[in-house]
């Protein structure tokens, strides 16, 4: 735990020093993983979901030699215009509220209802209607009471501190909290991993990804809150997630801090050979940042 919180450190440092505002800065510091999340959040539910589709999607607007379902096809150019959503939302300072979240699953679930669904009045972009099976057993808040559990989420998180680890727990708690609500009739693991990023990037701390091959402790994560209230299993499971999401940026600034410390390192033993002479203790930690 200890070396993840190092990397944290070091991610969550050079993340600040970029001193996002706009979408552009946004989109040029999160590129690479656009694609990545879009693959990984819509196959953990949907296991058709191919990152080579889902990148001729986002490159090209288009696949080629697609042998897939329409409903796949559908939810990838979806995630695409999700994603655009989401970027002009962060250029426009949307706060994270229930027009955005309501257009945000909107955008997501454009044309992937079943008949089901249909002819039980669901909609796109509208809190569900009747009540589905999310999980062992549960279906999440019932119909009626959806939008004061989504007010009383949303309202909760209107002021969070700055610090990063309590960023990184609110959107913990606000995802744990938004599948356990499960407000809409379809969409709603999607929807919540794209706006719980929204949370974090609105808040200067980094987006992740949360792999579909971990899907399993990820489900196992959200279930301890279900049934235990506890959110350490989830903020623990994002941790490792955000570590994994940015591993490579990680190993470069491991690599230039180890390269700083050599530098300062041979500095002090340069300063030593000039000036021989007995130190103290205290000096000898001093000139070679020792604890």
């Known amino acids: 735990m200890d070396n993840l919180k ?20 946004l989109a040029e510091a999160f590129n690479g993983h656009i694609i990545n999340f879009a693959y990984n959040s819509g196959n953990i539910e949907n296991p058709n979901v191919t990152y ?9 607007d288009g696949v080629t030699s697609y ?12 995630a695409k215009v999700a994603m655009e959503y989401f970027f002009k939302a962060f250029r426009d300072n949307m706060p994270l509220d229930e027009t955005f979240i309501k257009e945000l699953q909107r ?8 008949e089901r669904r249909w002819q039980r009045g669901e909609r796109p972009g509208e809190y569900k209607k009747g009540d589905y ?42 995802h744990a909290k938004f599948e356990n609500i499960h407000p809409f009739a379809d969409g709603n693991g999607r929807t919540g ?34 049934t235990e209230q506890n959110l350490a299993a989830l903020k623990n499971f994002l941790l490792e997630q955000i570590i994994k999401t940015w591993a490579k940026r990680i190993a470069v600034l491991e690599k230039a801090e180890d390269e700083e410390d050599l530098k300062d390192f041979k500095q002090a033993m340069d300063e030593f050979k000039k000036n021989p002479k007995t130190y103290t203790h205290e000096e000898m930690k001093k000139m070679f940042d020792l604890e």
């Open 133 to 174: 099976v999310t999980g062992r057993n549960e279906t999440g808040a019932s119909a009626e009471d959806v939008p004061d559990e989504m007010h009383e989420l949303l309202e909760d998180l209107e002021i969070l501190p700055e610090e990063p680890e309590k960023v990184l727990t609110a959107a913990a708690f606000f």
């Open 52 to 60: 080579h589709d889902t990148r001729e999607v986002f490159e090209h």
């Open 193 to 226: 991993r794209l706006a719980m990023n929204y949370l974090l990037a609105t808040h200067n701390h980094p987006p992740l990804v949360i792999h579909q091959e971990d899907r399993k402790a990820y489900f196992e994560a959200l279930e301890a809150w279900d």
């Open 107 to 114: 955008r997501l679930t454009l044309n992937t209802y079943d």
């Open 6 to 25: 190092y990397k944290y450190k070091l991610l969550i440092n050079w993340w600040r020093s970029l001193n996002i505002t706009d979408d552009a800065a």
């Open 67 to 78: 042998t897939g379902d329409l409903r796949t096809l559908f939810e990838i150019r979806n």
